[in-house]
């Protein structure tokens, strides 16, 4: 009987040690008031956007060990990776010579303080990738609320392998969910909101490779300087 006991233990503890690995899709849905956007219309902010290349529709994430991949279908084809080994994340865009670093230990990307946001828990329901699923919202103090669902059986996470991610309350979030988002909703003032849905998900292996940074070198002093200054973040140039 003890023995027994041990062995169900033992496959309990190693169940819920085991974390996601594999690729998540998400739509990205976009909704604009119009009436409180100074006179512009949805489909001029949205036209912006795409202009810049900031628009995409939709996001596909990869994660491994506490490492994740986030790449967009933009029009720049931007590539966000994440590396647990130096908690820093990486900005690539494509045909872009420079390499936005951040420090994931940091909370926000610019140097800009905001206030810790105040959390939320949410018990209804509400289905998602055909999981019933709760929520918790962050509220930033009349600025913007930010909302994350997820199934606490489904895409878990264990949240000590992001421990040091600190950005955008990440290891926060995970500490209370230990799942990844079935949906993420973010809204600005009642100005905008952007919600990411989860439409697709594969457990599977994923290679080493997916999280490799480009070979870089160190950027032109000024340029540096100015990313550092007004953001607080550090910048590379990719190695010919």
Not at 151 to 164: G, Q
Not at 165 to 177: A, G, N, Q, S, V
Not at 205 to 213: A, N, T
């Amino acid at each position: 009987m003890n023995k027994l006991l041990l062995l169900l233990c033992i496959v309990s503890t190693t169940m819920y040690a085991q974390s996601f690995e594999g690729t998540l899709t998400y739509k990205i849905e976009y909704d604009i008031q119009t009436d409180k956007a100074f006179g512009v219309s949805k489909g001029q902010i949205l036209e912006t956007l795409k202009e810049s290349g900031d628009y995409f529709d939709t996001l596909t994430i990869r994660i491994k060990d506490g490492n994740y991949e986030k790449t967009a279908n933009s029009k720049e084809r931007k590539r966000i990776v994440y590396t647990s080994s130096d908690h820093k994340i990486y900005t690539i865009d494509n045909g872009f010579e420079y390499v936005l670093i951040q420090n994931a230990k940091k909370y926000a990307a610019t140097k800009i303080q905001f206030g810790k946001p105040t959390f939320t828990q949410n018990d209804s329901l509400t289905t998602i990738a055909g999981k019933e699923c709760i929520s918790i919202t962050l509220d930033w103090n009349g600025l913007g609320q930010e909302t994350y669902f997820y199934n606490d059986t489904f895409l878990n996470i264990d949240p000590e392998l992001f421990k040091d991610h600190k950005f955008e309350y990440f290891y926060d979030i995970l500490k209370r969910t230990k799942s990844y988002p079935t949906q993420i909703n973010k809204s600005l003032n009642g100005l905008m909101e952007i919600r990411m849905i989860l439409v697709d998900y594969v457990s599977e292996e994923i290679p080493d490779s997916s999280f490799d940074i480009p070979e870089l070198e160190p950027a032109e002093k000024e340029y540096t300087d100015i990313i550092k200054e007004t953001t607080g973040n550090d910048v590379m140039r990719i190695k010919n």
